[in-house]
C-alpha cells in the first residue's frame, strides 16, 4: 500500500486576534502560532494506523514556504518513510483547483494506492482540493470519511452526511479520500520519533521539477479572483418597545405584520 | 548568534504543549484539589521519551539535549506545575547525579530505566538541620563488612514515595567537614527506607513530598556514587542542573499567569469597558511579558551553555533566581487583576499563586541564589 498525505501548515486562529493586512486580500499573520491544518493531522494518523495494520509506505506532500518543515517532520516523526515540500511563488494557492493540479503533478510522478487529504483547511475552508485532486489524477474519492477499512485491491469508507446520516461506500484503489476530523485518536510523536524525523527525506521542488508551466497554476491562469478580505460589522440595532405587557405584545405584533414575518 | 530554536527543539515543543494541553491543563486544577499523583499521566510522558531527553542514547535517553529538556519542563509547568516538579526532580537531580557521577554499571542499572520512563528517581539531600547550609548534613554512613549502613533523615523530598531509586547523601567522615560527605545510590525497597506521610503543602499538591528515614539501611560497597567525600562537591554540580530546570518551571508558571490575566483582562468589563482598557492593567500585563521573556531567554542561555559544554554555573543561578521571581511577581499580578475572583480555586491563578511560591525556595532559596552569584563575581 503506498499512500498520500496532503498536509497544509495554517495558523491557528482560535484565540489569536486577527487583522486584515495592508493588502486588503490576506490577513496578517506576523504574530499567529502556526501548525497542522486539524483535518490533516487525522489523516497522518489514519495513513500510519494503515500502515501499521497492513505494512507500505507513506509520503507527505506539503505545498509552503521552509516554515512548513516543522509540521511535515512532525508528520515524519509519528510513520511515514519521506515527504516532497513544493515551494515556489508562483502557486497561487488561493485557488484549490490550482494547488490540486500541483498536488496531482507531484503525486502521478510515482505509482500509488491511496491519497489522503484532511476534509477541509482550517485557513482558507475551500473543502475542495481533495475532490478536486480526484479529477486531476482521475481516480475515484470519497469525501468526509469516518472510517477506512482496507479490503483486497479496493477500500471501504463511511462518509459522514449532513443530518446525521452515513454513507457507506466501496471503491477500488487508487483513490482519493478526505478525512474528517474524529476519525481516529491522532497520536503524540514521541520524542525518538522527532529525532529519527530530522534525517529522512525531504525533497523540495519547483514547478519545473514537475512539469509543470506557470500559467498552468498561477494567479495569471487562475479563474478565481479574491476581491477584498473583510471583518463583517457586527451591527445591532435593538429597539426597545415601551409599555405595559399587552401594549408591547399589540406593537410588536404589528411591526411583524409589516416587516412580512406574520 | 542565533535566537531561534532549531527545528527538532521546536518540534519536542510543539509536541509537549500539545500533549501538555490536552493531557494536563484540564485535569491540572483536580489533581492539586485532590492532592493525586498523576501516575498515568507520567506513565504517558515516560513511554513518549520525555524523562530521557537530557540523558545519552547509550543509557536510554534520547540525547535531545538540556535545552530540549528545558522546553519539555516549560511546557508541561505551564500547564501543571507539579507535574513539572515530578518530572524535573527526577531528570535532573535524582537521575541526573547517577548520569553525572555513576559508573557504566550503575548507569546501567538506574539512568537508563529512569530515561526509558520506567521508574522514578528522587534526591535525598535536605535535612531538618541541613537546608540551606547542605554541609551541615547528619546522616551518617558507617562502614560495615564489605558495605555501608545509613542512619539519619531527609525532609522535603521530592517523589520520596515514588521513586524506586534515591541518590542519598551522608557524612562518611565527621573530621572533614563537607569533604567528609558522600553520595549513595539507594534502592528504595532497601530494608529500613522508610518514608513518611506526604506533607500538606501550600501548592504543588500533586507531587510526592515526603520524608525519609533510614533506619539501619544496609548497602553494597558500590552503592557510592563516586569516591568517598565527593558528595558535596557532587551535589553542587548536580544542582547546577537542576536550577536550570527549577527556572524552566518557573517561567512555565509565569507564561500561565500572563496568559489566564491576558484572556480575562480582555473578557471583564468594568466601568463599560474590558479592563485590558485601562493602563494600570496594560502595564502590568506589559511587565509581566516582560519577565516572562526575559526569565525564558536567560533559562535558554544557561540550558545552551550547558548543550555546549561550557561553563553554565553562574547563568544558572541567574535563570532559577530572575525566573523564580517573576514567576512569583507574574502570580501576584494575575491574582489581582483577576481581582476577587483571583482569589477563589474556581480560577486557575490562585493554583499559579501557590505553587510559585515553591520556585523561590526549592534548589536553593534566592538568598542563596545571590549567594551563588557573590561568589561567582568574587566577592
Ligand atoms: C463549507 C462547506 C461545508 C460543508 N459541510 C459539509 C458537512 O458538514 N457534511 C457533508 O457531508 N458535506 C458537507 N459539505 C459538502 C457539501 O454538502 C457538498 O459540497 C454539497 O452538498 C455539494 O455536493 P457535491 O459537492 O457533491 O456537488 P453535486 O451534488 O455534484 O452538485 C453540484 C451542483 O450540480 C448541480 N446538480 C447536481 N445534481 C443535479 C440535478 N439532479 N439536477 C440539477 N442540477 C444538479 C447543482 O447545481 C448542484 O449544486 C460542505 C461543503 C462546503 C463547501
Ligand atoms: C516542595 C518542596 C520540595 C523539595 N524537594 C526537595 C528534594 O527533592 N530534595 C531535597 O534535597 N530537598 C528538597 N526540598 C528542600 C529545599 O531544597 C529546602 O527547603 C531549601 O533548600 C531551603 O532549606 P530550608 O528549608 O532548610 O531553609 P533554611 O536553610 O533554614 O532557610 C531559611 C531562610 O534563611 C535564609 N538563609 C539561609 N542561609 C542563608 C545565608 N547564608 N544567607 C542569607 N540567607 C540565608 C534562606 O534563604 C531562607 O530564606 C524541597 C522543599 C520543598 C518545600
Given amino acids: 500500500m503506498k499512500m498520500f498525505v496532503c498536509i497544509k501548515r495554517v495558523p491557528d486562529t482560535s484565540e489569536a486576534d486577527v487583522k486584515i493586512d495592508q493588502t486588503g486580500k490576506s490577513v496578517d499573520s506576523s504574530r499567529f502560532s502556526f501548525g497542522i491544518n486539524d483535518a490533516d493531522n487525522y489523516a497522518v494518523e489514519e495513513a500510519v494506523l494503515i ?15 521552509k516554515d512548513s518543515d516543522v509540521v511535515i517532520r512532525m508528520s515524519l516523526a509519528k510513520g511515514g518513510e519521506s515527504a516532497v515540500r513544493i515551494e515556489d511563488p508562483r502557486i497561487n494557492q488561493k485557488d484549490p483547483l490550482q494547488v490540486a493540479k500541483v498536488l496531482a503533478a507531484a503525486i502521478k510522478r510515482e505509482q500509488f494506492d491511496l491519497v489522503m487529504t484532511g476534509c477541509m483547511s482550517a485557513d482558507d475552508s475551500n473543502m475542495s482540493v481533495g475532490v478536486a485532486l480526484a479529477e486531476e489524477l482521475g481516480v475515484s474519492h470519497a469525501a468526509m470519511v469516518k472510517s477506512v477499512e482496507i479490503l483486497d485491491g479496493k477500500i471501504k469508507v463511511k462518509r459522514e452526511l449532513e443530518g446525521g446520516l452515513t454513507e457507506v461506500v466501496e471503491m477500488s484503489l487508487p483513490a482519493v479520500i478526505t478525512i474528517q476530523t474524529g476519525i481516529n485518536v491522532p497520536r503524540y510523536a514521541p520524542v525518538r520519533g522527532i529525532r529519527e524525523a530530522q534525517k529522512k527525506e525531504l525533497k523540495v521542488l519547483k514547478l519545473e521539477d514537475l512539469g509543470l508551466a506557470e500559467e498552468e497554476v498561477s494567479e495569471a491562469g487562475s479563474r478565481v479572483e479574491l476581491m477584498k478580505l473583510y471583518i463583517p460589522v457586527v451591527a445591532s440595532n435593538a429597539e426597545m418597545i415601551q409599555g405595559t405587557p399587552d401594549e408591547k405584545a399589540e406593537i410588536m405584533a404589528v411591526k411583524m405584520v409589516k416587516g412580512g414575518l406574520l | 548568534m542565533d535566537f531561534r530554536l532549531n527545528e527538532e527543539q521546536q518540534m519536542i515543543q510543539n509536541m509537549v504543549r500539545e500533549f501538555a494541553d490536552k493531557e494536563l491543563a484540564p485535569v491540572a486544577a483536580r489533581l492539586d484539589e485532590e492532592g493525586e499523583f498523576p501516575h498515568e499521566i507520567i506513565r504517558k510522558m515516560g513511554a513518549l521519551g520525555l524523562f530521557g531527553l537530557p540523558f545519552s542514547e547509550e543509557y536510554g535517553g534520547t540525547g535531545a539535549g538540556y535545552l530540549s529538556y528545558a522546553l519539555a519542563v516549560e511546557e508541561i509547568s505551564r500547564a501543571c506545575a507539579s507535574t513539572g516538579i515530578t518530572y524535573a526532580a527526577h531528570c535532573s537531580i535524582g537521575a541526573g547525579p547517577i548520569y553525572l557521577f555513576g559508573t557504566p554499571e550503575q548507569k546501567k542499572q538506574w539512568v537508563m530505566p529512569c530515561a526509558q520512563g520506567k521508574m522514578l528517581a528522587a534526591f535525598g539531600l535536605t535535612e531538618p538541620n541541613a537546608g540551606s547550609d547542605a554541609g551541615g548534613t547528619q546522616t551518617t554512613a558507617v562502614p560495615d563488612g564489605d558495605g555501608w549502613v545509613l542512619n539519619g533523615s531527609k525532609c522535603f523530598i521530592t517523589n520520596a514515595g515514588v521513586a524506586k531509586v534515591a541518590v542519598i547523601t551522608a557524612v562518611t567522615d565527621k573530621e572533614k567537614g563537607s569533604r567528609g560527605i558522600s553520595s549513595f545510590v539507594v534502592p528504595t525497597d532497601t530494608p529500613g527506607f522508610k518514608v513518611g506521610q506526604p506533607y500538606r503543602k501550600l501548592g504543588l499538591n500533586a507531587s510526592d513530598t515526603r520524608e525519609i528515614i533510614l533506619d539501619n539501611v544496609r548497602l553494597p560497597k558500590e552503592s557510592m556514587l563516586g569516591k568517598p567525600g565527593e558528595g558535596f562537591k557532587q551535589f553542587l554540580i548536580a544542582l547546577d542542573g537542576g536550577r536550570i530546570s527549577i527556572g524552566a518551571l518557573s517561567v512555565g508558571i509565569a507564561q500561565a499567569c500572563l496568559d489566564a490575566s491576558l484572556k480575562y483582562a480582555r473578557e471583564r468589563v468594568q466601568f463599560d469597558q474590558p479592563i485590558a482598557k485601562f493602563q494600570a492593567v496594560q502595564f502590568k500585563l506589559a ?71 515553591l520556585m523561590e525556595i526549592g534548589e536553593g532559596t534566592s538568598e542563596i541564589q545571590r549567594l551563588v552569584i557573590a561568589r561567582l563575581l568574587g566577592c
Fill in chain 1, 51 to 65: 500502515k501499521e495494520a497492513r505494512g507500505g509506505e507513506i509520503k507527505f506532500l506539503c505545498i509552503g514556504p
Fill in chain 2, 287 to 357: 511587565d509581566m511579558k516582560m519577565k516572562t521573556e526575559l526569565a525564558r531567554t536567560m533559562v535558554y542561555k544557561a540550558a545552551w551553555l550547558k548543550d555546549q559544554g561550557l561553563a553554565f554555573s553562574m547563568e544558572a543561578a541567574i535563570a532559577k533566581l530572575y525566573a523564580s521571581e517573576a514567576a512569583m511577581q507574574n502570580a501576584t499580578e494575575a491574582v489581582q487583576i483577576y481581582g476577587g475572583y483571583g482569589y477563589m480555586k474556581d480560577y486557575p491563578v490562585e493554583r499559579y499563586f501557590r505553587d510559585a511560591k
